[in-house]
């Protein structure tokens, strides 16, 4: 019976790995920055250049489940995020989507940069694209934890804008299945690059003689582990 439990909870822990709230393409080479709680990579076919992924250690599936020290390390995380897209001119775009499906599903936050000129229009965006939907938003003020909003769990978007503004849909309040590549579109949408919406048109293609796709991934993985090393947590007292 132990070895069955520990084998189930090996596929658990495997499952909740890869299953996700939007695709997100793991790579086995992909650099991650790992505090105690919680780690950050960058995201296989994101949006932009820097698009972060963090993700609690331990299976939670959506961040309602995260304990205070979680809460806190995501933050932190978020906040050193942030400070990078700072640095850049860029400003932060957060979003997270709970199904509750599957026992599977293993939470993840996207981190998206965006430059400083769309920021304000990101709210407008969401609205936009999801009205025609039936996805409706509650808004509420930055700081306003989700938990004041959400006394229950039940399937969810989250979306933290750059102004600190979040906006909140209830899944249930839509009839509509909700589309799965919400989150992706409105950004690719605001990006003004709507063919971006989908993940496989964001993984760097090779050219004949030129480097192959495990080397172009590896320098975009490269690429966000140097600009996030002096603002990483996990490196800076």
């Known amino acids: 019976h132990a070895h069955t439990r520990m084998r189930a909870h090996a596929r658990m822990r495997t499952h909740a790995h890869i299953r996700t709230q939007e695709h997100t393409h793991t790579r086995t080479h992909a650099h991650t920055q790992t505090c105690?709680?919680?780690?950050?990579?960058?995201?296989?076919?994101?949006l932009v250049p820097h698009h972060a992924l963090v993700i609690p250690i331990v299976h939670k599936?959506?961040?309602?489940?995260?304990?205070?020290?979680?809460?806190?390390?995501?933050r932190q995380y978020v906040d050193a995020i942030r400070n990078m897209c700072n640095a850049r001119g860029e400003s932060l775009l957060l979003f997270e989507r709970y199904v509750g499906n599957s026992q599977f599903e293993h939470m993840?936050?996207?981190?998206?940069?965006?430059?400083?000129?769309l920021a304000s229009r990101a709210k407008a965006a969401f609205e936009r694209r999801g009205a025609p939907l039936g996805v409706a938003f509650e808004t509420f003020p930055a700081g306003t934890p989700l938990?004041?909003?959400?006394?229950?769990?039940?399937?969810?978007?989250?979306?933290?804008?750059?102004?600190g503004e979040q906006l909140l849909h209830?899944?249930?309040s839509n009839p509509r299945k909700h589309?799965?590549?919400?989150?992706?579109?409105v950004v690719a949408e605001l990006l003004g690059k709507p063919d971006r919406a989908d993940w496989k048109a964001c993984m760097p293609r090779p050219t004949p003689g030129g480097p192959s796709s495990e080397e172009l991934e590896q320098a975009l993985t490269d690429s966000f582990k140097n600009a996030f090393a002096a603002f990483d947590p996990a490196l800076v007292d």
Do not use: I, N, Y
């Open 147 to 163: 938990s004041e909003k959400m006394q229950a769990p039940e399937p969810f978007l989250h979306v933290e804008l750059p102004s």
């Open 36 to 46: 105690t709680h919680v780690h950050t990579r960058e995201s296989a076919g994101g």
């Open 108 to 117: 993840h936050l996207q981190a998206v940069p965006l430059p400083h000129a």
């Open 179 to 185: 589309p799965l590549q919400f989150g992706r579109e």
């Open 61 to 74: 599936s959506h961040s309602l489940e995260l304990s205070d020290d979680e809460r806190a390390e995501m």
């Open 170 to 172: 209830r899944l249930s």
